[in-house]
């Protein structure tokens, strides 16, 4: 298609949503959470722009970085240290629910390198197909292709596509994955997942910049740090090799050093994340 469909989902491109699932997720969750939800959809939070041109807010920047303007597409990609690591915490979490519902590892694999790099602030690759050892994954490598054309925020809107469905699908056939999913709760589970994944980014917006008289940004960075820490010492393989070092800081240190030494520890394990992604 000549159209650019990353930013809304072009008319030709509606009829490949999964939206009976989509429509499911939203019609079992209540109250908030529902509310919630609807918003990451129709991409209508209140972000500081959109406050701003309604009168609403002294400035349309980012509460985290305050030098860029805060619309949706900042809010998944600040630069700011504290929203990327709380970024890159929210990863370790979704890597692990999707592993728990049986995702593919084909799928699983990509899916987490092109958050990395939506997150990250880089462009979203493409799978090179030509490095396909067989038919099958080559077919599978342009379905997850389609759903990547579609865009990272559409993906993160709920937007899943039955082409990049059918990959799962062909994986729960194939590989007698626990014979009670069927496709369509791994459709439901998988929406749900990337609806918590968006909803948690804003909800940590949404505090930090409530929190911001109580809260001092460098404690928020120190128990960033902390709960990284944690995460990451659950599952240090996470992290390359020459990396691994970073862990043999304790949580003492993190919670004592000065400030700075807390800044650049998160800088390079973030780093490390976006590298093992």
């Given at each position: 298609s000549s159209h650019n469909c990353k930013d809304s989902v072009c008319t030709e491109q509606m009829s490949d949503i999964e939206w009976t699932d989509l429509k499911s997720v939203l019609g079992k969750v209540k109250g908030m959470r529902r509310m919630q939800y609807i918003k990451i959809v129709h991409k209508y939070w209140a972000t500081n722009k959109r406050q701003h041109q309604w009168n609403q807010s002294d400035s349309p920047h980012c509460p985290f970085c305050k030098e860029e303007t805060e619309d949706r597409p900042h809010i998944f990609q600040c630069k700011n240290i504290v929203a990327k690591s709380f970024r890159t915490q929210q990863l370790v979490e979704l890597r692990k629910k999707l592993k728990k519902i049986e995702t593919s590892p084909l799928l699983l694999n990509h899916v987490m390198r092109c958050l990395h790099q939506y997150h990250g602030g880089y462009p979203v690759s493409i799978i090179n197909v030509n490095k396909a050892e067989h038919d099958d994954q080559r077919k599978h490598m342009e379905l997850i292709n389609h759903q990547i054309s579609f865009g990272i925020d559409n993906l993160l809107s709920g937007a899943l596509t039955q082409q990049f469905s059918a990959v799962q699908k062909?994986?729960?056939?194939?590989?007698?994955?626990?014979?009670?999913?069927?496709?369509?709760?791994?459709?439901?589970?998988?929406?749900?997942?990337?609806?918590?994944?968006?909803?948690?980014?804003?909800?940590?917006?949404?505090?930090?910049?409530?929190?911001?008289?109580?809260?001092?940004?460098?404690?928020?960075?120190?128990?960033?740090?902390?709960?990284?820490?944690?995460?990451?010492?659950?599952?240090?393989?996470?992290?390359?090799f020459d990396f691994r070092n970073l862990l043999n800081r304790t949580r003492h240190y993190l919670r004592t050093t000065h400030i700075q030494n807390v800044r650049s520890w998160l800088t390079r394990i973030t780093q490390a994340m976006e590298l093992a992604a």
């Open positions: 062909h994986h729960i056939d194939n590989f007698n994955v626990g014979k009670q999913t069927s496709i369509r709760a791994w459709n439901r589970h998988f929406i749900t997942a990337m609806l918590e994944h968006a909803n948690e980014i804003w909800k940590h917006r949404s505090e930090v910049l409530h929190q911001e008289e109580k809260l001092t940004r460098e404690s928020t960075m120190r128990e960033q740090a902390v709960n990284l820490h944690l995460e990451i010492r659950k599952d240090p393989f996470q992290l390359p």
